[in-house]
């Protein structure tokens, strides 16, 4: 099984900071890497897919970039409604497998 | 507009069963490949399994397999996941997710609400 690990576990930041959170995969997925954004009690949605294309919708101050095994998310100004849990998600192989998650707070 | 909507979710005891079912309209269910993803309460998001737009292929997480039977019925635009042999770590909340287009069966830009699975004596 593919082994995805996020760093940090948890960040607080403030209000239009720059936001970054990294995304190791245990071997080569390609770009087949998903991020997802968490709301409590809420459903995941899905922010950016094959690594870097962001999901029709999305406010452009979220990306993503990266391949191979090294992959990163980041809010370019951080918003109050950003506040949620993200989770990176391979799928270059079956069981498809999520990050631990990033929960991002406001400072 | 696209809906997905669990049902079947409750208390149930080690060992015991359940059959969640998942509603879905808006979109031409008998194209897309249809899956399941579990969340234990305060935990992160767990795959538990696919299956594909003809039920061709089936797919399950090692964690679940031999207990957990995905199904599907077109003609009736449902996904269903039957659980046997419950084990308390099973409990969580159990989403239907939708791949964003047909020919991508693991991006998911369609969830459900989500239903409770609680396995507890």
């Known amino acids: 099984d593919i082994q995805m690990t996020q760093s940090p576990s948890s960040l607080s930041a403030s209000v239009g900071d720059r936001v970054t959170i990294t995304c190791q995969a245990s071997?080569?997925?390609?770009?087949?890497l998903n991020w997802y954004q968490q709301k409590p009690g809420k459903a995941p949605k899905l922010l950016i897919y094959d690594a870097s294309n962001l999901e029709t919708g999305v406010p452009s101050r979220f990306s993503g970039s990266g391949s191979g095994t090294d992959f990163t998310f980041t809010i370019s100004s951080l918003q109050p409604e950003d506040v949620a849990t993200y989770y990176c998600?391979?799928?270059?192989?079956?069981?498809?497998?999520f990050g631990p998650g990033t929960r991002v707070d406001i400072k | 507009e696209v809906q997905l909507v669990e049902s079947g979710g409750g208390l149930v005891q080690p060992g015991g069963s359940l059959r969640l079912s998942c509603a879905a309209s808006?979109?031409?269910?008998?194209?897309?490949?249809m899956n399941w993803v579990r969340q234990a309460p305060g935990k992160g998001l767990e795959w538990v399994s696919s299956i594909s737009s003809t039920s061709n292929y089936i797919y399950y997480a090692d964690s679940v397999k031999g207990r957990f039977t995905i199904s599907r019925d077109n003609a009736k635009n449902s996904l269903y996941l039957q659980m046997n042999s419950l084990r308390a770590e099973d409990t969580a909340v159990y989403y239907c997710?939708?791949?964003?287009?047909?020919?991508?069966?693991?991006?998911?830009?369609?969830w459900g609400q989500g239903t409770l699975v609680s396995v507890s004596s």
């Open positions: 997710a939708r791949p964003r287009d047909v020919g991508s069966g693991y991006s998911f830009d369609h």
């Open positions: 808006g979109f031409t269910f008998s194209s897309y490949t």
């Open positions: 071997q080569d997925i390609s770009n087949y």
């Open positions: 998600q391979q799928y270059d192989n079956i069981p498809l497998t």
